[in-house]
Each structure stands twice: as structure tokens, then as C-alpha cells.
């Protein structure tokens, strides 16, 4: 057991260090989600001018503020499709041979690989903004609240991190699948909750949006924040993520014998 740590520690160290070379691409990051920030801002601030409301849909223009930048900054690690863009990159050089040989199991590898992006852009950029937003907004947050909040950032992070590398499998028949991700990461972005805040979908809608997975990594911790949910909800969706979480690993045990199964037969 502590040999196998060793070597998943070894992926965390080499994702460290991958981070590290490519600082401009980080750089650029952080400079795109801020400015998507501002824009929500200018758009929703709009919004609330021409209509004249005080609130929509439970949101008033400064928790609407509020919101998007909590969005943006905790997107950073609730969504991980890095193991989806790794795999490409595996698939398309041939190094998915390599890494299947290798004494570290492959989908353990993707997963380690990925954490060490996540655990820098945590400390560098989401913990800091988060401080900042919540200080500048006023908002106080109870030991409960900040608990839930972490709670629905740990499992927002398993579900994406297990959905990115369901994706990841896709380039094993298609090789590349830039596409395919930047088409899902867009949807999951509208349908979490990132272009406006669930509560402002028709009713309907939104029961049928707060069932899926992807509100647990913008929409709910967002909301748990700010205070606009019921601990009741916030269980309900702890419950359902848990569900999605457990339905997916299942199949991810599955889907990948089959896939590597293929990558074998086809000689890596």
C-alpha cells in the first residue's frame, strides 16, 4: 500500500511540475475567467436596469455580483475535465502504451495527473478570489454552511473527474475530441448554472436541472455561499450527487475494461 502511494505521489509531483512550464496558460486562464466575470456582471447589471426589478429569481444585483464570481473561481476545481484532455494527448502520441505497462493503473494516473493542476489552481487562485469576493460582499459563513460548501466542492469534483474520463475514453475511437469537449464543457457551463443562476429557470426547468450532476460544481455550492438554500435542498442534492457519483464509478469499471480491451487489441 505504501509503495502504491509512492508512485501515485510521483503523478502529483510530474502534474506539479508540467503546471509549473506552462505559466502563460494559467496566466491566461485566470484572465479569462475574471473577464467572463465582469461580463455576466455588465450583462446582469443591464438586465436589472432595463426591468427595474429589485430581485430575479431570489437574486438581488449585488448577491448577483456575488455570484459569478463564486462561480468562475470555484469552477476552477469543481469541473475537472483534465483527464479527458490528458487521454487525448495519450491516445494521439501513442504514450497510452507507455502508461498501460506501467505499475500505476492508468485511470489512477489520469486521476493523480489531474490533481496536481487542481490542487495549484486551489491554492494560487480559487482560495484567495473566494476570501476576496466573500469579504468585499459581506457575506458571513457559518461552520455548517462551509462545511456543505466543501462537501459539494469534494463531490462536484469526483462526479466531473469521473465524467471527464468517460469523455477521455471517446479519443480511443475518435483520437481527437476537441469537439466533443469543447461542445459538453459549454452545456455543462449553461445547464450549471454559469451563463445565470438556476433559480431564474422556468420551474419545471429547474427541478429538472438541480437532478443533474453538474449543478453540484457551479450552481449549488454558489448558492450554499451565498445562503439562498434550504438545508433540506442542500441534503437532496448532497443525496443525489451521491447517487450520480457512485452510478458512474460503476460504470467507469466497466466501460474501461472494454475500452482497454480495444487499446490492447489495437496495439496501444
Known amino acids: ?118 490542487l495549484m489552481d486551489l491554492v494560487t487562485f480559487v482560495l484567495p478570489f473566494l476570501a476576496i469576493t466573500l469579504l468585499i460582499g459581506g457575506i458571513t459563513i457559518s461552520t455548517q454552511t462551509l462545511v456543505f460548501f466543501i462537501a459539494e466542492i469534494i463531490l462536484a469534483y469526483v462526479i466531473t473527474t469521473l465524467f471527464g474520463f468517460l469523455l477521455g475514453t471517446l479519443s480511443v475511437y475518435f483520437v481527437s475530441i476537441w469537439g466533443i469537449l469543447a461542445v459538453t464543457n459549454t452545456i455543462c457551463f449553461l445547464l450549471g448554472g454559469g451563463i445565470m443562476p438556476l433559480s431564474i429557470f422556468p420551474e419545471w426547468a429547474s427541478k429538472i436541472l438541480v437532478l443533474l450532476p453538474i449543478s453540484l460544481s457551479l450552481y449549488t455550492p454558489a448558492a450554499t455561499l451565498l445562503g439562498m438554500l434550504s438545508t433540506q435542498s442542500i441534503l437532496a442534492s448532497l443525496l443525489v450527487g451521491s447517487i450520480w457519483a457512485v452510478s458512474l464509478f460503476v460504470f467507469s469499471i466497466f466501460w474501461w475494461q472494454k475500452v482497454s480491451k480495444r487499446i490492447t487489441s489495437a496495439g496501444g
Not at 41 to 48: E, L, R
Not at 56 to 81: C, E, K, P, Q, R
Not at 86 to 91: E, L, R, T
Request: net charge neutral.
Open 1 to 118: 500500500m505504501l509503495e502504491l502511494a509512492e508512485r501515485c505521489f510521483a503523478f502529483v509531483v510530474a502534474g506539479f511540475k508540467q503546471q509549473l512550464a506552462y505559466k502563460l496558460d494559467n496566466f491566461i486562464s485566470l484572465f479569462f475567467k475574471i473577464a467572463l466575470s465582469l461580463v455576466m456582471i455588465f450583462v446582469w447589471t443591464a438586465v436589472f436596469a432595463n426591468t427595474h426589478a429589485k430581485e430575479i429569481g431570489g437574486f438581488t444585483l449585488n448577491s448577483m455580483y456575488i455570484y459569478f464570481f463564486i462561480v468562475n473561481a470555484i469552477f476552477f476545481i469543481s469541473y475537472n475535465d483534465m483527464p479527458a484532455y490528458i487521454m487525448q494527448s495519450d491516445v494521439k502520441d501513442g504514450a497510452i502504451a507507455t502508461a498501460l505497462i506501467k505499475p500505476v493503473r492508468y485511470p489512477l494516473q489520469l486521476l493523480f495527473s489531474s490533481i496536481a493542476a487542481n
